[in-house]
């Protein structure tokens, strides 16, 4: 058995404001092995990281982020709304993303929230040379499919709302390493049959430790946690 990778779902969530520089720092000092984290674009097409598709939630600012340069994003508080011990947390652009963590010996997995990003992603993972440790996901084929088309290397994961045969042909198509389904729909049945046919299997919204537990008991490869501490303590006593 490999090791299964504890992943910081957009970084330490559960502790930190989601998608800031203190949540992936937290996430690994808690000791996930990798980072995972959600693409957007800027007006002026500066690619940064934010999950919604609207800035209110994890921001002051409102509306939508697409209406907004790089320079104005910049000036929005990420933290206030968690926490006041946030106050001041910026949103991060892609590049200071990959510039501060991807010389550290963590994974990171990106998610495409939109299409238009495929090609500027793999563009700033080959400048910086990352190209290799970087997992691409998306549950829009299309963005996948653009994905592989400008690279022919990059490890690609599939996020599906659940696992069914015709899948599988998606996979192969894509060229994809990896398949993730969400944590609710993981059973021990879908995860042997797609591990015979050679992909991976990363589950997503682990939504408690109850179902943590149940996706390591079924033989999962990795999962996305907000509580990457839990997920260590529980590794450690595997
Ligand atoms: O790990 C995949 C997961 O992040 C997908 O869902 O909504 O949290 O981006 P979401
Ligand atoms: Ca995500």
């Keep these: 058995m490999g090791i299964i990778m504890n992943l910081a779902h957009r970084g330490a969530s559960e502790y930190a404001p ?15 092995h990798g980072l995972e ?3 957007r674009m800027s007006k002026d097409g500066v690619i940064f990281l934010h999950h919604d598709d609207q800035l209110d939630r994890t921001t002051d ?6 209406r907004l340069t790089w320079k104005e994003l910049q000036e929005l508080d990420a933290g206030a709304w968690f926490s006041p011990a946030y106050v001041g947390e910026r949103l991060v652009s892609l590049d200071t993303f990959l510039h501060i963590f991807g010389r550290k010996p963590v994974q990171l997995v990106l998610e495409l929230k939109e299409p238009g990003l ?17 997992t691409i996901t998306s549950f829009q084929y299309n963005i996948l499919h653009a994905v592989r088309k400008y690279n022919g290397a990059v490890r690609i994961g599939y996020l599906v709302q659940q696992w069914d045969e015709e899948k599988l042909e998606r996979l192969r198509e894509l060229e994809a390493q990896q398949l993730c389904p969400r ?3 993981v059973t021990e049945e879908n995860v042997r049959a797609i591990k015979q046919h050679g992909f991976e299997v990363r589950a997503w919204k682990v939504s408690s430790e109850a179902l943590m ?26």
Excluded at 121 to 132: A, F, M, R
């Design 61 to 66: 600012g409102t509306g939508s982020p697409v």
């Design 118 to 134: 495929e090609k500027m992603v793999i563009h700033s993972l080959d400048e910086q040379g990352l190209l290799g440790k970087v």
């Design 183 to 185: 944590a609710e729909t």
């Design 213 to 238: 537990k149940h996706c390591l008991s079924c033989g999962v490869d990795g999962m996305t946690v907000n509580f990457p501490d839990k997920l260590s303590d529980a590794l450690r006593d595997m």
């Design 18 to 32: 989601e998608n800031t520089l203190a949540a992936f720092y937290k996430g690994l000092e808690m000791g996930a």
């Design 37 to 39: 984290t959600d693409l």
